[in-house]
């Protein structure tokens, strides 16, 4: 499984960015796909997920009620909508994808994307 994501960028602080993360390759055995952030001197932290077969969602508290994170199957696409950015969501956002797996270890997905920056100034 090969991921590609895209649509980050430079942001105001209360403003709105979508990221994109298409899947292609061996996509029919994803079992979930997610995002994850890693901002500059710290550790990837877990950010959304959905279980791909029946839309199922997990949310970090920090981003619970702002972020949205949905999927295209016919498209193998999977969004990440951030609203009411803050400054501590800069971060290179990363898309993952497991096929056996749902949930928040990042060790456990198994296929990684090349990351998209955003930044969100204050």
């Known amino acids: 499984v090969q991921l590609q994501a895209c649509g980050g960028g430079l942001v105001q602080a209360g403003g709105s960015l979508r990221l994109s993360c298409a899947a292609s390759?061996?996509?029919?055995?994803?079992?979930?796909m997610a995002w994850f952030r890693q901002a500059p001197g710290k550790e990837r932290e877990f950010v959304s997920t959905?279980?791909?077969?029946?839309?199922?969602?997990l949310y970090a508290d920090s981003v619970k009620g702002r972020f949205t994170i949905s999927k295209h199957n016919a498209k193998n696409t999977v969004y990440l909508q951030m609203n009411s950015l803050k400054p501590e969501d800069t971060a290179v956002y990363y898309c993952?994808?497991?096929?056996?797996?749902?949930?928040?270890?990042?060790?456990?997905?198994?296929?990684w994307g090349q990351g998209t920056l955003v930044t969100v100034s204050s």
């Open positions: 390759g061996r996509t029919f055995s994803t079992y979930a």
């Open positions: 993952a994808a497991s096929p056996r797996y749902w949930g928040t270890d990042v060790e456990r997905y198994q296929y």
């Open positions: 959905i279980r791909w077969s029946v839309g199922s969602t």
